[in-house]
């Protein structure tokens, strides 16, 4: 039997993981676009990440320009560099009834990211300290972190936005009949090409959202985007795959759990108790836990 | 009919998956406002006709030409755009969205990426099948004779001058097929485009088709009024087997 600690302790802890878990949250909501359209687990979208967080440091120390001011930069890069991506990388496997090409390219672009960050940056742990980085904040009663806090609403935001896109665009609707099925889609006029470019545009425009939040709350080095593609994954599966607000939903979740086995277990098993439930989540609860299954025709 | 009228024109289409021929040397020369029926046991080659004429599959052999243009190939997501709509035996509506979108898709996509009038034409759509009342209904709450109506619907939106049917009568009940009947009807008198209707219900097709195409083993075996084909010796071998010697 655990020793339930103080409310007020309870309660730091759950925000903590909340405000942590929204970046996961906020890289599963890239990797359920581009898996909606394109049926491809995008492996890459955490090394994308943290070469958006490098990418805001190079601003930062550079050209002195805050790292959240960078998101008027970062976020339009993201989408030109996710369009000319699916260009460049994913156009000619995409037509490939076979997504085990696309998934290769996702898999050498990863170790290629990596080993360019490396080259460029070095292999050390690096980080963004602003004057602000160390400030803390009154939320809910509670003392916690600014930066943590600002990357809580930029993953509300970036979230609130694709909704928005998806729901009430008609390019958005596109995106979301090409999700349900592709084969319809492409007969209603809509080119899988197109919509494949629009969700790779958002989803790395995310990558480089997530990158600021990163770079202002964690010391990154070039290998540690794996890992949040991997916290992504099991985000995804908890929210349900193909549902954006589900993935925000298990991204926070997955942070949650983590706080918590932190606290009342240890530390170790963090990891092994987040897999552990992605496993659990996978096998006994497929369409996620946030979804309802609504009747097929 | 004038050559120049002929709105799809299948020359001589083969179709082979590996050593399996599934269309073999087919002509099929659709006019104007006619509404052919399509029939033939399964396996036939029906459906693989229906792929080939959107472009899902490129035949082996032969053309397909649309308006006199060749369109053997192309994209099929080019072929809705050209003028050309089909809807699915195993329905294919957009199920997390409402009537009203699943329409909008095919009125703004389907018709070469409009915005203007979009709106207006995914009404009319939804009125013509009688589906105004669904209109903001989710379609995974829908029956599936409502969501074989919102096919129709969807792919009217697209303004096609050829629109392909594929079995829109399947798993529905006699009031049902009737209202189905009523709306192909109408389809075809308010829009005058040509329709090109597979269906296993023959009865149906014979009442309401003034021609009728018979395939059998990837062939065209008949093609002519529901009385000529009736009495082809070669449909009637091929749906009750030949006769004793």
């Known amino acids: 039997m655990f020793n339930l600690p103080p409310p007020d302790i309870l309660l730091q802890l759950s925000l903590n993981g909340a405000l942590g878990g929204a970046m996961y949250g906020v890289a599963a909501v890239g990797l359920s676009l581009i898996f909606g359209t394109m049926r491809?687990?995008?492996?890459?979208?955490?090394?994308?990440?943290?070469?958006?967080?490098?990418?805001?440091?190079?601003?930062?120390?550079?050209?002195?320009?805050?790292?959240?001011?960078?998101?008027?930069?970062v976020v339009p890069v993201g989408l030109g560099v996710g369009w000319l991506m699916y260009h460049g990388l994913f156009r000619k496997a995409a037509a490939e009834e076979d997504r085990n090409v696309s998934l290769l390219i996702?898999?050498?672009?990863?170790?290629?990211?990596?080993?360019?960050?490396?080259?460029?940056?070095?292999?050390?742990?690096?980080?963004?300290?602003?004057?602000?980085?160390?400030?803390?904040i009154e939320l809910l009663g509670v003392r916690t972190s600014f930066t943590r806090t600002m990357g809580f609403l930029i993953a509300l935001a970036g979230t609130g936005l694709v909704m928005l896109f998806l729901r009430k665009t008609i390019v958005g609707k596109a995106v979301r009949a090409a999700s349900e099925d592709m084969d319809a889609a492409t007969l209603m006029g809509i080119s899988p090409h197109r919509v494949n470019a629009i969700a790779f545009a958002i989803g790395i425009a995310l990558?480089?959202?997530?990158?600021?939040?990163?770079?202002?709350?964690?010391?990154?080095?070039?290998?540690?985007g794996f890992i949040f593609s991997l916290k992504a994954l099991v985000a995804l599966a908890l929210g349900g795959i193909g549902n954006v607000t589900g993935a925000l939903a298990g991204g926070i979740l997955l942070g949650l759990i983590e706080a918590y086995v932190q606290f009342f277990i240890s530390g170790g098993w963090t990891n092994a108790i987040a897999y552990g439930v992605f496993l659990a989540v996978l096998m006994f609860k497929p369409e996620g836990l946030f979804s309802r299954p609504y009747k097929k025709a | 009919m004038q050559p120049d009228e002929t709105l799809l024109r299948l020359e001589a289409v083969q179709k082979r998956f590996g050593g399996l021929v599934v269309l073999n040397n087919v002509d099929i020369a659709v006019g104007p406002n006619e509404l052919i029926g399509l029939i033939g046991p399964n396996g036939a080659g029906k459906s693989t006709l229906f792929n080939v004429?959107?472009?899902?599959?490129?035949?082996?052999?032969?053309?397909?030409l649309f308006r006199g243009k060749d369109i053997t190939g192309i994209a099929p997501h080019r072929i809705s755009r050209l003028g050309i709509a089909r809807t699915f035996q195993l329905v294919r509506t957009f199920l997390t969205m409402t009537a009203f979108e699943n329409v909008m898709v095919g009125a703004v996509y389907g018709a070469g990426g409009r915005v203007k009038h979009a709106t207006e034409a995914a009404n009319a759509a939804l009125e013509l099948v009688g589906l105004t009342?669904?209109?903001?209904?989710?379609?995974?709450?829908?029956?599936?004779?409502?969501?074989?109506?919102?096919?129709?619907?969807?792919?009217?939106?697209?303004?096609?001058?050829?629109?392909?049917?594929?079995?829109?009568?399947?798993g529905l009940n006699p009031t049902e097929i009737q209202r189905m009947?009523?709306?192909?009807?109408?389809?075809?008198?308010?829009?005058?485009?040509?329709?090109?209707?597979?269906?296993?219900?023959?009865?149906?097709?014979?009442?309401?088709?003034?021609?009728?195409?018979?395939?059998?083993?990837?062939?065209?075996?008949?093609?002519?009024?529901?009385?000529?084909?009736?009495?082809?010796?070669?449909?009637?071998?091929?749906?009750?087997?030949?006769?004793?010697?």
């Open chain 2, 133 to 170: 009342a669904r209109r903001d209904m989710r379609t995974a709450h829908m029956t599936l004779s409502d969501r074989r109506m919102l096919e129709i619907a969807r792919a009217v939106a697209s303004d096609p001058a050829l629109l392909l049917l594929d079995e829109p009568m399947a």
């Open chain 1, 207 to 224: 990558a480089g959202a997530a990158g600021v939040a990163v770079a202002t709350t964690f010391p990154f080095n070039p290998f540690a």
């Open chain 1, 40 to 73: 491809l687990i995008f492996l890459a979208q955490g090394a994308m990440i943290i070469l958006a967080a490098y990418f805001v440091r190079a601003l930062f120390y550079g050209l002195g320009i805050d790292p959240f001011l960078s998101l008027l930069i």
């Open chain 2, 181 to 245: 009947v009523d709306v192909i009807r109408r389809v075809r008198a308010e829009r005058g485009l040509s329709m090109l209707w597979v269906e296993h219900k023959v009865d149906a097709i014979m009442k309401v088709c003034s021609r009728v195409i018979v395939l059998d083993h990837g062939e065209k075996i008949a093609d002519g009024t529901p009385r000529e084909v009736t009495q082809n010796r070669k449909v009637i071998e091929a749906y009750l087997g030949e006769p004793a010697a």
């Open chain 1, 106 to 136: 996702a898999v050498g672009l990863m170790f290629l990211v990596q080993n360019l960050m490396t080259v460029v940056w070095g292999g050390n742990t690096a980080g963004v300290v602003t004057s602000y980085t160390a400030t803390g």
């Open chain 2, 53 to 64: 004429i959107t472009a899902i599959y490129a035949p082996t052999q032969g053309r397909v």
